[in-house]
């Protein structure tokens, strides 16, 4: 049986930020409106994905609460989680960090180094080519995380447990690294000439290298006891120590 992943999407353009994961992630994705309000069953499925988003983590709208608490309870639970861009700022915010703006906006094809010991960045090179968007960024980590990618702008992948979060955007094809970049009215226009220059094949190509992530997250999910038998198991333990005492 495949594995069964629930989308969360926090995007407010919902259609094509699920045409990017379907396109990269092979696995049954059911997608869920977070900003609508709408989130999954736990017990249903085998991890979540958590989307980026125009939003900031520290706005205080309602759906955001709301999301933060779901998914706090949802990993205390149990469910592995992957975080892209918003989506880890979300996960690290939910879990005891903090998410700050930045001083300069982060946009185009970067360079990110990861520390070479994560099941996340299996077969990727330490230092990897990435598509990033954000004007935001995590500044503290949750406690007992541990910070896996980073470049000169700060934090690209952490984890905690069953939980990883990356900043940049490894769903991003060419055509929709180009619509992003065209929209960011709010940047100097020279600036985003510059950033739709470098969205070029060759950076494209190089930037496909981080696409793995999302086949290593499904490797490591499919590995890992269900959330069934962790608990179990768990049970089981405090049972035998119990015995033992």
């Known amino acids: 049986m495949g594995l069964r992943i629930a989308l969360l999407n926090a995007a407010h353009d919902a259609t094509e930020t699920r045409r990017n994961f379907d396109r990269e992630i092979a696995a049954d994705l059911d997608e869920y409106d977070v900003v609508a309000g709408e989130y999954p069953d736990c017990q249903r499925y085998d991890a979540c994905i958590v989307t980026g ?6 706005w205080d709208e309602p759906w955001i609460a709301e999301l933060r608490e779901w998914t706090a309870s949802a990993v205390e639970r149990g469910l592995p989680f ?15 960090g ?5 001083d300069e906006y982060e946009i185009g094809y970067r360079t990110v180094e990861h520390d070479g010991d994560a099941p996340l960045f299996d077969g990727v090179a330490e230092t990897f080519t990435v598509f990033t968007s954000h004007s935001d960024t995590v500044a503290a980590l949750p406690a007992g995380a541990r910070r896996i990618a ?6 690209h992948g952490f984890r905690k447990g069953d ?24 940047l100097p226009a ?12 060759e950076n494209y190509l190089a930037a496909r290298e981080a696409t793995t992530v999302f ?31």
């Open 53 to 58: 988003s125009r939003a900031s983590v520290y």
């Open 82 to 96: 992957l975080g892209v861009c918003f989506g880890h700022q979300l996960l690290a915010d939910a879990l005891g």
């Open 98 to 102: 903090s998410v700050e703006p930045m």
């Open 150 to 155: 980073e470049n000169d702008y700060g934090v």
């Open 163 to 186: 939980v990883f979060g990356v900043q940049f955007h490894p769903e991003y094809d060419r055509a929709m690294a180009e619509r992003v970049a065209s929209s960011k009215d709010e």
């Open 190 to 201: 020279a600036r985003r000439e510059r950033v739709l220059e470098g969205i070029d094949r």
């Open 215 to 245: 086949d290593n997250f499904l490797s490591y999910v499919r590995a890992r006891p269900s959330t069934e038998d962790a608990t179990a198991s768990n049970a089981d333990a405090a049972a035998h120590g119990a015995a033992d005492d």
